[in-house]
């Protein structure tokens, strides 16, 4: 089963989801902004909000995963400028340049 599939919304004031949270990775959330023409509308909640906004929801979804992962293998020492925006870039699926 896919990672994407287990996210799970979290209902606003208008019935459109707009935070999604993870089981396997508690403490993990991806929020929408709530502004409705937003170019990069979703974001990652906590710690990782240093990763920035994304224009998908897999994307920051997929970032904030890779994150928590590269963290956990990095012995739980904080990202550095540069881990970030290697990250960001892998998310969308972009050439790290």
Same mark, same amino acid.
């Given at each position: 089963?896919?990672?994407?599939?287990?996210?799970?919304?979290?209902?606003?004031?208008?019935?459109?989801?707009?935070?999604?949270?993870?089981?396997?990775?508690?403490?993990?959330?991806?929020?929408?902004?709530?502004?409705?023409?937003?170019?990069?509308?979703?974001?990652?909640?906590?710690? $990782?909000? *240093?990763?920035? @906004?994304? #224009?998908?929801?897999?994307? !920051? %979804?997929?970032?904030?995963?890779?994150?928590?992962?590269?963290?956990?293998?990095?012995?739980?020492?904080? $990202?550095? *400028?540069?881990? @970030?925006? #290697?990250?960001?870039?892998? !998310? %969308?699926?972009?050439?790290?340049?």
């Amino acid at each position: 089963m896919s990672a994407a599939l287990c996210w799970v919304g979290r209902r606003g004031p208008w019935g459109r989801n707009v935070a999604w949270t993870h089981p396997a990775y508690p403490g993990l959330e991806v929020r929408h902004c709530g502004h409705p023409t937003a170019l990069r509308p979703y974001y990652i909640v906590g710690l $990782l909000g *240093e990763l920035g @906004c994304y #224009r998908r929801l897999a994307h !920051a %979804q997929r970032a904030a995963v890779m994150a928590v992962d590269w963290v956990a293998t990095g012995g739980g020492r904080q $990202l550095s *400028e540069d881990e @970030c925006r #290697r990250l960001r870039l892998r !998310a %969308q699926g972009l050439p790290l340049h």
